[in-house]
């Protein structure tokens, strides 16, 4: 079973939280403004019954456009692989082939390039003992590590995101000590150099990935909270009180945010800046989820993603467990027209192509 990476992190404690205050924390300090927890659900998802299997899900095709990345389980526990389709099923491409798992794409703000994090097993290890960011061009082509590390299976290097002008990445560094690890937030410049800490967040509990805004600052999680930091200096700070935020996705403009919320077993929507509805995208994840969310919550992810509109998301549902990975969603931003992706069964980590 592959082992629980920085991005995937979690502890024997579970979720506990404070889902509404966290939340408003987040909307009054991005803006000061107030926030309303008024929900809306898509019709198809309030028709399920509580712990159906997501492949027993009737669900239209998306009527959306554009190009989806993300991850597809090849062989359970022993790989994962990059690909990318066409919102509506077509076009399914498989972009590499390596042993191990590849997973996180994120494309470069011109749509030419694809970020990655690949990991493998180390000589002599039974685990994946090591994970390092790559780059490649749309088609799968010109593939290039970007981190190295010279003493192998201490450092992992995971997670990364594009710069808005796409002249930097900002990743997580996780470093492994004998009573755990430290994951930090580190950027690099888009060929690698230049490797620089940003912010140390410490001995954590769950990490996800870094989410570069609009406005030049890195939103990422600790222990199950917001964080935002300007790379160039200055310490982050904390939006949410809580550890109930899962994973999130920013809006392309910066104006909405996304958010697993683990205590609710939801995805919700809402402004940044406070005011209007919150909107409910997927409720319960775990309907939808592969795996047994209801055993253990810790390990379940919804891998938002916006489209280059804003008008839509792509979801991805998955866990650390075995089998892993999930049908793949698409939902309107105001939380109609529920979807599935035809043909893609076992995706996760969802990345939508700039238009």
């Given at each position: 079973?592959?082992?629980?990476?920085?991005?995937?992190w979690?502890?024997?404690?579970?979720?506990?939280?404070?889902?509404?205050?966290?939340?408003?924390?987040l909307?009054?300090?991005?803006?000061?403004?107030?926030?309303?927890?008024?929900?809306?659900?898509p019709g198809?998802?309030?028709?399920?019954?509580?712990g159906?299997?997501?492949?027993?899900?009737?669900?239209?095709?998306?009527?959306?456009?554009?190009?989806?990345?993300?991850?597809?389980?090849?062989?359970?526990?022993?790989?994962?692989?990059?690909?990318?389709?066409?919102?509506?099923?077509?076009?399914?491409?498989?972009?590499?082939?390596?042993?191990?798992?590849?997973d996180?794409?994120?494309?470069?703000p011109?749509?030419?390039?694809?970020?990655?994090?690949?990991?493998?097993?180390?000589?002599?290890?039974?685990?994946?003992?090591?994970?390092?960011?790559?780059?490649?061009?749309?088609?799968?082509?010109?593939?290039?590590?970007?981190?190295?590390?010279?003493?192998?299976?201490?450092?992992?290097?995971m997670?990364?995101?594009?710069?808005?002008?796409?002249?930097?990445?900002?990743?997580?560094?996780?470093?492994?000590?004998?009573?755990?690890?430290?994951?930090?937030?580190?950027?690099?410049?888009?060929?690698?150099?230049?490797?620089?800490?940003?912010?140390?967040?410490?001995?954590?509990?769950?990490?996800?990935?870094?989410?570069?805004a609009?406005d030049?600052?890195?939103?990422?999680?600790?222990?199950?909270?917001?964080?935002?930091?300007d790379?160039?200096?200055?310490?982050?700070?904390?939006?949410?009180k809580?550890?109930?935020?899962?994973?999130?996705?920013?809006?392309?403009?910066?104006?909405?945010?996304?958010?697993?919320?683990?205590?609710?077993?939801?995805?919700?929507?809402?402004?940044?800046?406070?005011?209007?509805?919150?909107?409910?995208?997927?409720?319960?994840?775990?309907?939808?989820?592969?795996?047994?969310?209801?055993?253990?919550?810790?390990?379940?992810?919804?891998?938002?993603?916006?489209?280059?509109?804003?008008?839509?998301?792509?979801?991805?549902?998955?866990?650390?467990?075995?089998?892993?990975?999930s049908?793949?969603?698409?939902?309107?931003?105001?939380?109609?027209?529920?979807?599935?992706?035809?043909?893609?069964?076992?995706?996760?980590?969802?990345?939508?192509?700039?238009?």
């Open positions: 079973m592959r082992l629980l990476i920085a991005r995937r979690s502890t024997a404690i579970g979720v506990m939280a404070l889902s509404l205050v966290g939340i408003a924390a909307t009054l300090a991005a803006c000061g403004g107030s926030s309303s927890t008024t929900s809306n659900s198809a998802a309030t028709s399920l019954v509580g159906q299997s997501q492949g027993a899900i009737p669900l239209p095709a998306p009527t959306v456009t554009g190009t989806i990345a993300f991850a597809k389980v090849v062989e359970q526990g022993v790989s994962d692989d990059m690909y990318v389709v066409s919102a509506d099923g077509t076009s399914l491409t498989q972009l590499t082939d390596d042993l191990g798992y590849e996180h794409p994120d494309w470069s011109d749509g030419s390039r694809i970020l990655y994090t690949h990991y493998r097993k180390l000589k002599g290890e039974d685990n994946w003992s090591d994970a390092n960011v790559w780059v490649m061009n749309a088609d799968g082509s010109g593939k290039v590590q970007l981190t190295k590390h010279l003493t192998k299976g201490d450092l992992w290097d997670n990364a995101t594009w710069s808005p002008d796409g002249k930097q990445i900002a990743l997580n560094r996780l470093e492994w000590v004998k009573k755990g690890a430290f994951v930090d937030v580190f950027v690099m410049n888009a060929d690698g150099s230049g490797l620089k800490l940003v912010t140390t967040a410490g001995p954590v509990v769950h990490v996800v990935k870094p989410d570069w609009p030049g600052k890195i939103f990422f999680l600790k222990e199950g909270d917001l964080y935002a930091v790379p160039e200096g200055g310490g982050p700070a904390r939006l949410t809580g550890e109930n935020v899962r994973d999130f996705a920013l809006s392309p403009d910066g104006k909405m945010i996304a958010i697993y919320d683990t205590l609710w077993d939801r995805v919700e929507a809402f402004a940044m800046r406070g005011g209007g509805t919150r909107t409910t995208l997927l409720d319960p994840v775990g309907d939808f989820i592969t795996g047994n969310w209801l055993e253990d919550k810790r390990t379940s992810y919804a891998n938002p993603a916006w489209s280059p509109d804003g008008k839509a998301l792509a979801l991805a549902s998955s866990n650390d467990g075995v089998p892993r990975g049908r793949l969603y698409i939902v309107n931003a105001d939380g109609s027209g529920l979807s599935a992706v035809p043909g893609v069964e076992t995706a996760s980590d969802p990345a939508w192509r700039p238009e």
